[in-house]
C-alpha cells in the first residue's frame, strides 16, 4: 500500500523561506546557522523552532527532520506534550476572551503540524499516551475554532485507519507459511515430496516474474516507516515507558523486508538445486539470470541482488557441469554491476541513473527505484556511527540530521509510487509461500530426505 507522505518530494535542506516572527529571537533560543543553515542547537531550542505562532510555521523539511531525529533524545510522547503545550497552555493569559481568539488563530497551524506528524510517523501514535493528547487538543482547540475541531477529528479517524491497515499487515507478515509445525525431519521429507512444480511451471516469462517481484518489494517497502531507520539506533531504554513504547510493534516492517530479501535468495537456490538433470537445472539458471536482468531494467535492484545472491550459494556455485550447459555472459554483466568492489561503484552509479530518470519520468514505470536494502540500511548506520550527534557545547548536531533526513526522505519518494504493473496472483502466491530449503535444512542431521537431495545434485550424480 503506497503511502502518500509530505515529505516525499525533493528534499532541501533546511530552506529559510517566508517571514518568521517568533516570540523569541534566534540568538536567544540558541540555533547556530551558517550560510542561512540550520547547523546546531540546544534541545529546547529546537522543539521551541518546530512550534508553530500565527506569524510563524516552520519549514517542512525542518519539521520532517526533527520530527525523525528527535527520538533519539527523547521519547515521541514526551515530543508531543511539550508541542502541545508550547502551542496553547504557553500563551494563556487567563482571560477567556483572549485565549478563544489566541487558539482560534493558531488553531490551523496546529492542525497543519498535527497532520504532518500523523501522515509520516503514524507508528508513534500506537501509544495510547499519543492518542490521548492528539483527542486532548482536539477538545482545546474546539474551545476556539469549530473547523479545526472538525478537522482534528478527521485527521484521528485516518490516522485509526491506516494503523488498522498497518496492524493487518504486521500480522500478516507474522503469521508463518504453514498453519501447523510439525518435526523438522518430517517437514523435509514433505517438502521434497511436495515441491513437484518449480517456478516455471508457474511462470516461464522472465519479465512477468521480475514485475511480480517488483510488486512485492513495493508493497514491502511502502509499510516501512521512516521513524524505522532511526530507532534502530536507539540504545535500550532505561526507563520502562520507553520499553513499552518501542515493544508496541511486533515485528520491525524493515526487518521483515529484509528476511524477504533471504526468502528470495534461498527461493532460486532452491529452484535451481530441485531438477535432478542437468539440462532442467540450467534452464533454470538461465532463467534466474533473465530475470535478475529485466529487474535491473526496472529499476529493481533489491530483487537482482537477491537472485545474484542465491546463486552464488554454494549449493549452486558448485553445480560445475551445470553451470558449464549456461552462457555466463550475461550472468557475468549482472555481477560486474553488483561488484562490491569501490564501495559498490558500479551499482551506486546505476542506482543515481535510476534515481535521476525516476525524477524525470513521466510515467509510472520510469519511477520505480528500489535500491539493494541491506547496502541502503548500512549507509545510513555508518552515517549515524561517523558523527556525532551532539556537540562538545552540547548542542544537537543537526547538520548531521539534515543528511539522514535528505537519505530517508528519498526513500520515502521511492516508497510512494505506485507499482503499474498487472498482479498476476498465482505467481504471487507462488513466491511468497512455496516451501523452500533454507541453511536450517542444510545443518539438520536428521533431514534425511533435504540431505539426499543435495548431495545428488552437488554431485551431479544424474543423468541427461
Not at 474546539?142 to 504486521?170: N, P, V
Not at 551506486?348 to 541513473?353: F, W
Amino acid at each position: 500500500m503506497p503511502q502518500t507522505t509530505p515529505f516525499a518530494a525533493k528534499f532541501t535542506p533546511n530552506p529559510y523561506s517566508g517571514t518568521r516572527t517568533h516570540y523569541k529571537q534566534v540568538e536567544e533560543c540558541r540555533l547556530l546557522y551558517h550560510n542561512n543553515n540550520l547547523v546546531s542547537g540546544s534541545l529546547e531550542a529546537l522543539i521551541q523552532h518546530l512550534v508553530p505562532t500565527v506569524d510563524y510555521y516552520p519549514d517542512r523539511s525542518y519539521i520532517f527532520t526533527f520530527l525523525l531525529s528527535s527520538r533519539l533524545f527523547l521519547h515521541p510522547f514526551e515530543l508531543m506534550s511539550r508541542v502541545c503545550y508550547l502551542c496553547v497552555e504557553h500563551h494563556r493569559v487567563g482571560d477567556p476572551q483572549i485565549d478563544k481568539k489566541r487558539i482560534r488563530d493558531i488553531a490551523p497551524r496546529i492542525v497543519q503540524l498535527l497532520t504532518e506528524w500523523t501522515e509520516t510517523f503514524p507508528y508513534d501514535f500506537r501509544d495510547e499516551r499519543m492518542m490521548r493528547s492528539l483527542k486532548e487538543m482536539t477538545h482545546r482547540l474546539a474551545l476556539g475554532d469549530e473547523l479545526s475541531r472538525r478537522a482534528m477529528q478527521r485527521l484521528i479517524q485516518r490516522l485509526l485507519r491506516k494503523l488498522t491497515i498497518l496492524g493487518q499487515y504486521e500480522e500478516t507478515i507474522a503469521t508463518p507459511a504453514t498453519t501447523q509445525e510439525k518435526p523438522a525431519s518430517q517437514k523435509a521429507k514433505q517438502h521434497v515430496v511436495r515441491r513437484e512444480e518449480c517456478v516455471l511451471s508457474v511462470c516461464d516469462d522472465p519479465f512477468v516474474l521480475a514485475q511480480q517481484l517488483t510488486h512485492i518489494e513495493m508493497e514491502r517497502l511502502s509499510y516501512i516507516g521512516p521513524e524505522e531507520f532511526i530507532q534502530a539506533f536507539v540504545q535500550k531504554r532505561p526507563s520502562g515507558s520507553h520499553k513499552s513504547f518501542f515493544s508496541k510493534r511486533r515485528a520491525s516492517n524493515l526487518e521483515a523486508y529484509v528476511e524477504w530479501f533471504n526468502r528470495l535468495s534461498y527461493l532460486v537456490a532452491t529452484e535451481i538445486c530441485l531438477p535432478v538433470k542437468k539440462k532442467h537445472r540450467a534452464r533454470v539458471l538461465e532463467f534466474f539470470i533473465d530475470v535478475a536482468r529485466e529487474c535491473f531494467n526496472i529499476g529493481n535492484f533489491n530483487s537482482m541482488m537477491a537472485i545474484i545472491t542465491g546463486m552464488n550459494m554454494s549449493p549452486v556455485a558448485r553445480l560445475k557441469k551445470t553451470w558449464g550447459k549456461v552462457n555466463t555472459d550475461k550472468f557475468e554483466i549482472l555481477e560486474h554491476q553488483m561488484d562490491p568492489s569501490n564501495n559498490f561503484y558500479n551499482y551506486r552509479t546505476a542506482l543515481r541513473g535510476a534515481t535521476q530518470r525516476s525524477s524525470t519520468a513521466h510515467t509510472a514505470r520510469e519511477k520505480i527505484v528500489i535500491p539493494f536494502f541491506s547496502l541502503f540500511i548500512k549507509d545510513i548506520y555508518f552515517l549515524n556511527e561517523a558523527c556525532a550527534s551532539r556537540l562538545p557545547n552540547g548542542h544537537i548536531n543537526f547538520e548531521k540530521f539534515w543528511e539522514l533526513a535528505k537519505q530517508v526522505s528519498e526513500f520515502l519518494a521511492w516508497r510512494q509510487v505506485i507499482c503499474p504493473f498487472e498482479r498476476n496472483r498465482t505467481t504471487l502466491q507462488y513466491l511468497i509461500s512455496i516451501s523452500i530449503f533454507t541453511e536450517d535444512d542444510h545443518l539438520l542431521a536428521g533431514c534425511e530426505y533435504c540431505f539426499w537431495i543435495f548431495e545428488l545434485v552437488l554431485n551431479e550424480q544424474d543423468s541427461q
